[in-house]
């Protein structure tokens, strides 16, 4: 059974920095691409980043390229979000999901953390 934990999550004034983990077990980590997703209440869960399984292709949404970056770490099974220039609008709990291709749809993805509450004040 797939078990993936997020942490590094918290409070962060606007225009700061987080770094995001997630730890995979129970999947061969290394064959997975991996992706963050993010949502907040009432809404669908929207998509973040992606990375393939060997970091050679990565993608970001519109909302965050140049401020996060994906990477990965395929020895401690962790996958990770750099969160750099944080707004207010980036308040969300933050999800990984494991899933077969780099994709941008939550559908396509397995298996799913628990998530972490990222909050970013003004």
């Known amino acids: 059974q797939a078990q993936l934990v997020e942490s590094g999550g918290g409070l962060v004034q606007a225009g700061g920095s987080l770094r995001l983990s997630c730890v995979a077990s129970?999947?061969?980590?290394?064959?997975?691409?991996m992706a963050w997703f993010r949502q907040t209440p009432g809404k669908d869960r929207e998509f973040i980043a992606t990375?393939?399984?060997?970091?050679?292709?990565?993608y970001y949404a519109d909302s965050v390229r140049g401020r996060f970056t994906i990477a990965r770490d395929n020895a401690k099974n962790t996958v990770y979000l750099q969160m750099n220039s944080l707004k207010p609008e980036d308040t969300a709990v933050y999800y990984c999901?494991?899933?077969?291709?780099?994709?941008?749809?939550?559908?396509?993805?397995?298996?799913w953390g628990q998530g972490t509450q990222v909050t970013v004040s003004s």
């Open positions: 999901a494991v899933g077969s291709r780099e994709l941008v749809v939550a559908d396509y993805y397995d298996y």
């Open positions: 129970g999947v061969t980590f290394s064959t997975y691409a």
């Open positions: 990375i393939s399984w060997n970091s050679a292709s990565a």
